[in-house]
């Protein structure tokens, strides 16, 4: 098992903190995602990147969001309100894990939050 990189002290404390997720809420994609992560580091988790120090348009054209067409917004109260975690994982200081202990549960809560679509404008197809 893999070690993660945790940045620690570093959390999105504002509730109102725009988090942005590849693709749909799919709850298939969710569940094949979370337990890669779990397969790896021992925790269920899914990748979402803070849009924090550049605006959102600039964090659609950087890899890996570049990569989807369609792009899931959320803030980091709705889901702290949905009972799940948000971890800073990894050394890019904009992405963090949605984590949570039990796996359709967490992908359940996960579906359930309120959120929105988008088109990515500068997806690379």
Known sequence: MKQRYLRIGDELADGEA????????DREILRTDALRNHAIYGTYGISVFAVRDLTFDELAQQRPLVRFERLTI??????????????????NPRHFDVAFDDLDDGVDRLCHCEHRVVVNPYHEG
Do not use: D, I, K
């Not at 725009?18 to 809420?25: P, Q």
């Not at 803030?75 to 050394?91: D, I, K």
């Open 74 to 91: 959320m803030t980091a109260g709705v889901l702290r309100a949905a009972g799940l975690r948000l971890e800073p994982t990894g050394r």
């Open 18 to 25: 725009v988090v942005v997720r590849g693709g749909e809420l």
